[in-house]
């Protein structure tokens, strides 16, 4: 195939050409950003939480008036009795939050108490000797809290619990290669040692700010007895979620009905959780998805629409071409090159585009530099969908019988 | 001659319908998807208090010192300690000021077979309805005396008024807060600006109306926790005394400053303030003040989320490809009817007509794509929902000023994307176009 006859005729068909390469350029660099927002969005939502997911949901308890912490840790002793008889459940325990919650209680850790700069950040779960059974967590060193050593703390009280158990993120983080277990760790209250080892217990926030603790909990042998209230998560046995959790609402309120358990909120299930958690993920995956898909039409149809009026406008030149002895193939391969060349140049200058866009991205919002994999898939795509949307107009231009030369003049 | 070329442009775009309705759809989608993106936007960049936004203003004092701020490049903390908030009460130098937290109460209706249940419920200070410009439906605002004496007096919105009192006037009557009586002293009309300035620090900027207001002194009196964030640099110790005396930060604060100068004499004042606390002892560092206001509070909040401003920007650079490609799509077009063109020309037609007819063309398509962006418009606002939190999306509406907005955003894209096209129509040889044919 010749290259040199095609760029002389698009010499003459600057603007066209210009349009083409302008549109597949600009394709490139919205596509290729838009991939690399979902796939970061996207790579949020397989995480786990390291929780019986399926099992669980969680009640959200608020008090009225506002009682003093001995009251209300007698009151959330009794509502656990409570859930813990409610047909289907298997178990329940008291916490200040969950994971996927969004936000919470978050401590810097110490290995000594005059160091100045925290060893790590940490999600603070307050939890009795039930957790780890209800949140179906695997405990891989150490033991459990014993019934004994649960306490109960109101807010306004120093966070120095005696003894904690600590996820195995954390302790890879604080005692790399070493054995957690009976050593001591630093809250902002006060000293604690560490007497249990969990396997994964993600932290309650998912945002980026949070990132750099996202597997780093800290569990607290004590009930948080806020007057507001708090939270208690409920493991269902298999197959009654649904019924537990109706069950336990009724429950709570025959037990005390000094309390809310608000409509909307009140009682969650852990897929709820989940999707409420994920809302925006997800939703900016969705976006950039049709986003991208309808572009890659538009820009289609675009080169479908300019490659047919070219077509339409060559007619007699192929005719002639054909006369002179220009096989159909010739006349396919003419336009499939003319396609290439257009958009090379559009994929060359949206490349460049596209490092620009996401560069400015980085700086105005918590973006991560392109990875070079993306771009790669954009010029791959882009290319193909150019081929793939010549190919009609092509293959009419290449059925130009030979005697259309001889027409009209 | 208008109805005559809009008569003409329809015929053509008939003619070839399928590259027509290749112009609709990517205009349609096009302007759509930016609408839609924009109304989000739109409602979440909002000025809540258009009136007021340049004289209400939240000040912040660096009491963490340099060491906690270097971590928020050298920012004071968002919120105020109990103890500044309290000094700069009691010091009263703007015209009217509040300290604010959302406070931690349910109510507790006297029908014993209604449930208790929480609202939105905020602490503050006699000054704050008349900084908000909070309307009244009925009675009045609580006084400076009452703040002064920690009166259990109450101020309830529309909704819990209707709620509770089934839409009477309550004024006298007793709300039971916390199993304590408070006396009813007003009723807010509907009061909801959006983003919810007041409180950005616990809300982030989307929340539910207020529809409870207690004093601010009463509230602490009763040791009322707040709802909202509490944040500590040191261990506050045990109780509630040590840590309304400690240097957590958990207060809001407005203070209204009508003018430019007042506002310069308050920033030197908090200096001032902060001067007084370093020679105190309380501070160990030189004064590190801030004081914004409402739109550069919401601003340094980053209150329109990350999500609104990504899609918008990507929507926008989707509008410019599909206008590249109306551009492209025209000029097909319009290039295919050289010859009638030379034949107008040839008849006597001055460029200027050609270019009436062209665009007016054009602004038919514009016309065709803007209804059918207005269409996707409005399935994209119902599926706002799919993208952004309830908060957020409730607040994405199609009104009259969008559905204009959309149509403008259309017809003139379109025709300024016929310029070229056009351009090149006009030029046109009839000379050529005779002899070819």
Redo the contacts between chains.
């Keep these: 195939m010749q290259i040199k006859p095609i760029l002389s005729a698009l010499r003459r068909h600057k603007a066209g050409t210009f349009l083409i390469a302008m549109q597949i350029a600009l394709t490139l660099a919205i596509v290729c950003n838009a991939l690399f927002i979902i796939h970061q969005r996207v790579a949020h939502l397989s995480e786990p939480t390291g929780i019986d997911e399926a099992n669980i949901f969680i009640v959200k308890n608020e008090w009225v008036g506002a009682p003093d912490s001995a009251r209300v840790d007698a009151m959330m002793r009794a509502d656990l009795q409570t859930l813990r008889q409610v047909p289907g459940v298997q178990d329940a325990t008291p916490s200040n939050s969950y994971p996927l919650r969004g936000s919470g209680w978050d401590d810097g850790v110490k290995l000594k108490p005059d160091q100045l700069q925290d060893s790590s950040g940490s999600t603070i779960y307050f939890a009795d000797e039930h957790f780890i059974d209800t949140l179906g967590l695997k405990l891989i060193a150490g033991r459990n809290f014993r019934a004994d050593e649960i306490g109960h703390m109101d807010m306004r009280y120093k966070l120095a619990p005696p003894v904690v158990i600590i996820t195995r993120a954390l302790a890879d983080k604080l005692f790399p290669g070493g054995q957690a277990v009976g050593k001591t760790i630093y809250l902002i209250g006060g000293p604690a040692t560490v007497v249990g080892v969990v396997d994964l217990l993600q932290a309650q926030s998912v945002e980026r700010w949070a990132s750099d603790f996202a597997y780093r909990s800290v569990i607290i042998p004590e009930r948080l007895t806020l007057s507001l209230g708090s939270f208690y998560i409920v493991r269902a046995r298999p197959g009654q979620l649904d019924a537990a959790m109706r069950a336990a609402g009724k429950a709570l309120f025959a037990q005390n009905p000094r309390r809310v358990i608000a409509d909307d909120d009140g009682l969650l299930s852990f897929s709820e959780v989940r999707s409420r958690a994920y809302e925006s993920d997800r939703g900016m995956a969705i976006l950039m998805g049709v986003i991208s898909i309808v572009l890659l039409a538009v820009t289609a149809a675009g080169i479908v629409g300019l490659t047919s009026f070219w077509v339409g406008q060559r007619r007699r030149q192929i005719g002639v071409r054909r006369a002179l002895g220009a096989t159909r193939q010739d006349i396919l391969h003419y336009f499939m090159t003319e396609n290439l060349l257009i958009s090379c140049a559009g994929v060359l200058v949206g490349t460049v585009l596209a490092i620009a866009m996401n560069l400015w991205m980085v700086t105005r919002f918590e973006m991560h530099r392109l990875s070079l994999s993306y771009l790669v898939t954009g010029v791959v795509i882009l290319l193909l969908l150019g081929q793939g949307a010549v190919l009609a107009p092509a293959l009419r231009a290449s059925r130009v019988p030979p005697v259309e030369a001889t027409r009209s003049v | 001659m208008f109805a005559y070329y809009l008569q003409l442009g329809l015929r053509s775009l008939r003619k070839n319908p399928l ?1 027509t309705l ?1 112009m609709v759809l ?1 205009i349609g ?2 302007v759509a ?1 930016s609408m839609t993106t924009y109304s989000v936007f739109r409602a979440t960049s909002n000025n809540p208090i258009p009136d007021k936004s340049s004289q209400l203003y939240v000040p912040q004092i660096d009491n963490w010192g340099p ?1 906690a701020s270097k971590d928020n490049k050298g920012e004071p903390p968002n919120a105020m300690t109990y103890t500044d908030a309290i000094n700069l009460m009691r010091d009263k130098r703007a015209k009217r000021q509040t300290a604010l937290y959302p406070a ?1 109460i ?1 109510i ?1 209706p006297t029908d014993p077979s209604m ?4 609202e939105t419920s905020y602490a503050w200070y006699a000054d704050a309805f008349a900084m908000f410009d909070i309307p009244f439906l009925y009675g009045h605002a609580w006084t400076a005396d009452e703040d002064e004496s920690h009166a259990a007096v109450a101020v309830i919105g529309k909704a819990l008024n209707d709620k509770l009192f089934n839409g009477a006037n309550s004024v006298g009557k007793n709300v039971s807060i ?2 304590r009586d408070y006396r009813i002293v007003g009723v807010a009309d509907k009061w909801n600006p959006e983003p919810v300035f007041y409180d950005v620090i616990n809300t982030n900027g989307f929340d539910d109306p207020i529809e409870v207001f207690i004093p601010f002194t009463r509230a602490v009196e ?4 707040t ?1 909202g ?2 944040n ?1 640099s ?7 005394d ?2 309304i005396r400690s240097e957590c930060v958990w207060l809001g604060f407005w203070a209204e400053l009508p003018t430019t100068s007042e506002a310069d004499a308050y920033r030197a004042y908090l200096n001032g303030y902060a001067a007084e606390q370093q020679r105190a002892g309380r501070f160990r560092w030189a004064p590190n003040t801030r004081l914004r206001n409402v739109t550069e509070w919401l601003d340094y909040q980053k209150v329109v ?3 609104a ?3 918008l ?3 926008l ?2 509008l ?3 206008l ?2 109306t ?3 025209l ?3 319009f ?2 009817r050289s010859s009638e063109i030379g034949v107008r020309r040839a008849l006597g037609a001055p460029r200027k007509e050609i270019y009436l007819q062209f665009l007016i063309e054009a602004a038919a398509v514009g016309l065709a794509g803007g209804v059918v962006g207005l269409l996707l418009t409005g399935l994209g606002v119902m599926g706002v929902s ?4 309830p908060d957020v999306a409730r607040l994405a509406k199609l009104d009259v000023s969008l559905v204009l907005l959309t149509m403008l955003v259309a017809v003139l894209t379109t025709v300024l994307a016929a310029f ?1 096209p056009t351009w ?1 129509a006009a030029q046109v040889q009839p000379a050529w176009q005779l002899k ?2």
């Design positions: 590259l290749l990517a989608c096009g998807a060491d931690a349910s507790v449930l208790p249940f929480r916390n199993g009763l040791q009322t926790n709802n964030n509490n500590c040191h261990d506050p110790g045990k109780g509630w040590s840590w989320p990350q999500e401003k990504v899609s920007m990507v929507s650079g989707f410019l490809i599909c590249v490609n551009v492209g799509l000029l097909a077009k290039m295919r799919l993208v952004f939190e070229y090149r070819s044919n």
